[in-house]
């Protein structure tokens, strides 16, 4: 049986909905936390979280072409 976990919040370190195992592979993925109301964009492989610090394109100002 393969080995599941709970992914937690990068915010707050609360359990989100969402559980991750050994195998699962997770690329720019919007984790969303009930217990704080934010989200984070994650990178998830063999049971590793990475948070994705890059500006969100959707709050940039839109260009004049």
């Not at 063999?46 to 959707?58: A, F, G, K, M």
């Amino acid at each position: 049986m393969k080995r599941t976990e709970w992914i937690r919040c990068p915010v707050c370190g609360g359990k989100t909905r969402d559980r991750i195992r050994e195998d699962t592979v997770l690329k720019n993925y919007p984790l969303y936390c009930p217990k704080c109301k934010q989200e984070a964009l994650i990178d998830v492989a063999n049971l590793q979280i990475t948070v994705i610090t890059e500006p969100d394109t959707l709050d940039a100002e839109p260009m004049n072409v």
